[in-house]
């Protein structure tokens, strides 16, 4: 089983994306799904969960009233929309997916996962 994240691409400083993370083979309203990145150099982190059915979200205080992450249960998805971004914001993002009820920014709690799509904040 694996997700397929897509969405990314290039855009100016103060820009939106919306990343969507999809999956052929699991529901995703039962799972809590979380939005990792890494950046060149740098460790991968967690930025954003949504727990099952979407009862509650959190966010990295880096991108804390920046993103937003969504669902859409009858078209299993799962979004995030990512607004006046940064250079900073310039990574390789990956949606997991976990069978817990609660988010956890630690990778060895989610079990399956996306491939990755690129998002290069630059002018």
């Known amino acids: 089983v694996q997700l397929q994240a897509s969405g990314g691409g290039l855009v100016q400083p103060g820009g939106s994306l919306r990343l969507s993370c999809t999956a052929s083979e699991l529901t995703l309203a039962a799972y809590t799904i979380a939005w990792f990145r890494q950046a060149p150099g740098k460790e991968r982190e967690g930025i954003s969960c949504?727990?099952?059915?979407?009862?509650?979200?959190s966010y990295a205080d880096s991108v804390k009233d920046r993103f937003t992450i969504s669902r859409d249960s009858a078209k299993n998805i799962v979004y995030m929309q990512m607004n006046s971004l940064k250079p900073e914001d310039t990574a390789l993002y990956y949606c997991?997916?976990?069978?817990?009820?609660?988010?956890?920014?630690?990778?060895?709690?989610?079990?399956?996962w996306g491939q990755g799509t690129l998002v290069t904040v630059s002018s």
């Open positions: 997991a997916a976990a069978a817990r009820g609660i988010c956890s920014a630690s990778e060895s709690d989610y079990r399956y």
């Open positions: 949504i727990t099952r059915r979407g009862y509650k979200t």
